[in-house]
């Protein structure tokens, strides 16, 4: 059987590799261990299709180690012992370097039967995730290993790639003539999502697509790319590292007011699928970024939301843009959030005390003998419905927790409260 395109045409150098420029290149990283030979423990982290896999096997030849693949989804503990005792024999004698993929799979205990080795450096460990490492892999392992992130790939790298998958795959079928339109392969380049993997699987599909169709001749044009792609790719996953990231982008373009960038990351959003977090998100938003800069923003885009619910996906995106818009243009205060989580600051570190006595409840038969109340002055029956009177506990008497901000209706909160005070 056939191995697939992606396999094939797997770069054995350095040099071959697309992306990833941050990393490798002249004085780089990645190209300066392998030129040394020297190569370190490393976590490789990013999303699938860019090239760890690839870059992996270009460093086990280069460290001139026995070299060991698991993929942790489906190994066990048995297959770390039966390469463990391949240590000691002439097999091994240069050191092993062990490719483990897919990392957070191994649970603690089968992350931990590692570390002996990885510490004594008989074991040479390039891991691989797709997760955020520092949430899935055991802190003895992070502490011992150099973690690389490898990123999404420009789609004019991809592209580059997937001119090399076409003349790979014209070899397949010398006795067919296959032409890529340019437009075909710009498409395929930039619906991958990054992900070198899925445009070299579009472009074995386009083939497959018309090898039985064209005879002899096979003209992959646009619309023959569109029907193999069938949908951008992107990096996306409700229960991944890549959600929150999308999650706080969002929230942060708002903020930054910047509608482009708001409407673009609910794009990715509602592409997944995720119309609640979406809903929730700018919920959130409306409360801790506008906030008392435009109160009204929460009851609008709660509007929004609930007609986002009531609608579904596809017409849900509507009401949640008109949403996402309004809030990055709108002014912006955190002021509501900072002044709750300072007062709770203080709850949680044991400052406040006993509610003043003249504020607690004297709504029950003997509350007056116990001087509940009795000294509590009623802000109705004096002028302007305010009178100057003690409401924090008496250890936090002075302590200010809300700093009004500089926006339209702050200023009318602080010359209101000003007046009041002024005015007695």
Do not use: W
């Not at 261990?33 to 086990?60: H, Q």
């Not at 697509?209 to 792609?229: F, K, P, S, V």
């Not at 843009?321 to 959030?337: E, F, Q, R, T, Y």
């Amino acid at each position: 059987m056939t191995s697939p395109l992606a396999d094939r045409i797997r770069p054995k150098t350095l040099d071959d590799v697309v992306g990833q420029s941050h990393i490798i290149g002249e004085d780089k990283l990645l190209t300066n261990l392998v030129r040394g030979g020297d190569i370190p423990n490393m976590i490789f982290f990013g999303p699938s299709g860019t090239g760890k896999t690839t870059v992996a096997n270009i460093c086990a030849a280069a460290s001139g180690k026995v070299f060991y693949k698991l993929n942790a989804t489906n190994a066990s503990t048995k297959d770390i012992k039966d390469i463990v005792a391949e240590l000691d024999t002439l097999h091994a004698g240069s050191g092993v370097l062990l490719y483990l993929d897919e990392i957070q799979n191994f649970n603690k205990k089968q992350q931990q039967s590692l570390l002996e080795y990885i510490e004594n450096g008989s074991i040479t460990l390039i891991a691989s995730t797709t997760e955020n490492p520092y949430f899935y892999v055991y802190n003895a392992i992070l502490s011992r290993s150099t973690v690389v992130e490898f990123l999404p790939i420009d789609a004019d790298d991809i592209t580059n790639a997937v001119r090399r998958g076409v003349e790979c795959i014209k070899s397949d079928y010398p006795d067919k003539k296959i032409n890529f339109s340019e437009e075909a392969i710009i498409h395929i380049a930039h619906t991958s999502g990054g992900d070198v993997r899925k445009s070299l699987n579009a472009v074995e599909m386009c083939v497959k697509m018309r090898l039985y169709r064209d005879g002899n001749e096979l003209n992959i044009d646009l619309e023959t790319a569109c029907a193999a792609t069938q949908k951008s790719a992107f990096m996306f996953d409700k229960d991944g590292d890549s959600h929150y990231d999308v999650m706080s982008a969002f929230q942060k373009s708002i903020r930054g007011s910047d509608p482009d960038a708001a409407v673009h990351y609910l794009a990715r959003l509602l592409e997944g699928g995720d119309l609640i977090s979406a809903c929730r998100r700018l919920m959130v938003i409306a409360a801790e970024d506008i906030g008392l800069a435009y109160p009204n923003a929460i009851s609008v885009t709660k509007s929004c939301v609930d007609c986002a619910l009531q609608l579904g996906l596809p017409e849900a995106r509507i009401p949640l843009a008109d949403a996402a818009i309004m809030l990055a243009c709108l002014p912006k205060s955190n002021a509501g959030i900072c002044a709750i989580d300072d007062a709770m600051a203080d709850i949680k570190a044991g400052k406040g005390g006993s509610v003043p006595l003249h504020l607690k409840d004297a709504h029950y038969s003997g509350a007056g003998k116990l001087g509940r109340g009795t000294e509590y002055k009623y802000p109705h029956a004096y002028k302007n419905a305010y009178v100057d009177q003690q409401y924090l506990p008496d250890a936090l008497v002075g302590k200010h927790y809300y700093v009004p901000r500089a926006n339209k209706t702050e200023d009318a909160y602080k010359k209101y409260l000003e007046f009041l005070k002024e005015d007695k």
